[in-house]
């Protein structure tokens, strides 16, 4: 048998297996993170400082962290978790399914950012199901096909680290250049010195690109095949366009090293859903986007408590 010529350029792996291994390995130690029990009633004294109506009796740790394990299991199971470890101690007392539901679905879902500093910003957007049923029913019956929730995510494609997360129900909320341009935005606002931008196709609009322009931002967007170029449009689009034009795709691929974009973005996608699946349990609307916006933030947070154990 004749062995065929390889395809491409061999794949040059750069990354330490042995520290990443044991970051996912840290990832479940996560889990049954217990540090915070012992400021248990320094943290609900905080929490109740003029608080008006009934004070609450569980610290917000103890509810992020069951936010992390309603990932798997639902809020009856995570009682069951709960009561557990108050059976053996671990924690001075636990709280019921319903107690849990309304906290969780009331805690910040915001993911951590770096120190201030430079960045690079990828932006994308994808769906996760509504419901666990497969398609069966609609191609068989032609039932009403469900909506999906719409996710668009902003992560550091160098870093490897998730920056912002944006839910809304598909056909509802703002466009991904949309959510783009308020992430960017908001980022700058926050401190952060933006050197480039990754987007694919849908992000050639004259918006984004007048923002870019605006704060010096080197880019890397995909521009549409049918792209003309418009007097009145925006100028950094018109020379994006030109440069386009003139190296053709590959080229204009490998010079601004679009590439890049999915580690940032899709590698992000398939990691929570391959964690977490991309299904969800919630019916109420409100409940679901938070829910999906819960499963980056879990993930994130997962992801800095292993990276900080392991450079420790």
Not at 91 to 115: C, H, M
Not at 163 to 175: Q, T
Not at 262 to 273: H, M, Q
């Amino acid at each position: 048998m004749v062995k065929s010529e390889r395809w491409g350029k061999k794949f040059n792996d750069t990354r330490d297996w042995k520290s990443y291994s044991e970051e996912l390995v840290i990832r479940g130690e996560f889990l049954l993170e217990l540090d915070w029990v012992q400021n248990w009633d320094k943290e609900l004294i905080e929490m109740n400082a003029g608080k008006r109506g009934a004070a609450y009796c569980f610290p917000e740790s103890l509810i992020r962290l069951q936010a992390v394990w309603n990932q798997w299991v639902d809020f009856r199971g995570v009682e069951g978790i709960t009561r557990k470890l108050q059976e053996f101690a671990l924690i001075p007392n636990y709280n019921d399914f319903s107690t849990i539901n309304r906290r969780v679905n009331k805690i910040e879902a915001e993911v951590t950012l770096p120190q201030c500093g430079t960045i690079s910003v990828s932006c994308d957007g994808s769906g996760m199901k509504m419901t666990n049923r497969g398609d069966y029913k609609e191609t068989k019956y032609g039932n009403k096909k469900k909506k999906f929730v719409k996710v668009t995510i902003s992560a550091d494609p160098i870093k490897k680290k998730l920056l912002a997360v944006d839910v809304s129900i598909e056909g509802e909320g703002p466009s991904e250049p949309e959510v783009a341009i308020s992430h960017l935005e908001k980022l700058i606002k926050q401190g952060f010195d933006i050197d480039k931008f990754w987007g694919d196709g849908s992000f050639d609009v004259n918006d984004l690109f007048d923002i870019l322009d605006k704060y010096d931002i080197d880019s890397a967007i995909k521009i549409r095949r049918n792209a003309i170029i418009d007097p009145k449009g925006s100028w950094r689009r018109q020379r994006e366009v030109i440069k386009y034009r003139k190296k053709r795709y590959k080229k204009w691929a490998k010079v601004t090293q679009y590439g890049k974009r999915w580690v940032g973005t899709e590698g992000i996608f398939s990691a929570v859903k391959r964690k977490f699946a991309e299904n969800t349990r919630s019916r109420r609307l409100d409940h679901l986007c938070h829910e999906v916006k819960r499963k980056f933030w879990a993930y994130d947070a997962m992801s800095n408590y292993a990276k900080a154990r392991v450079e420790a």
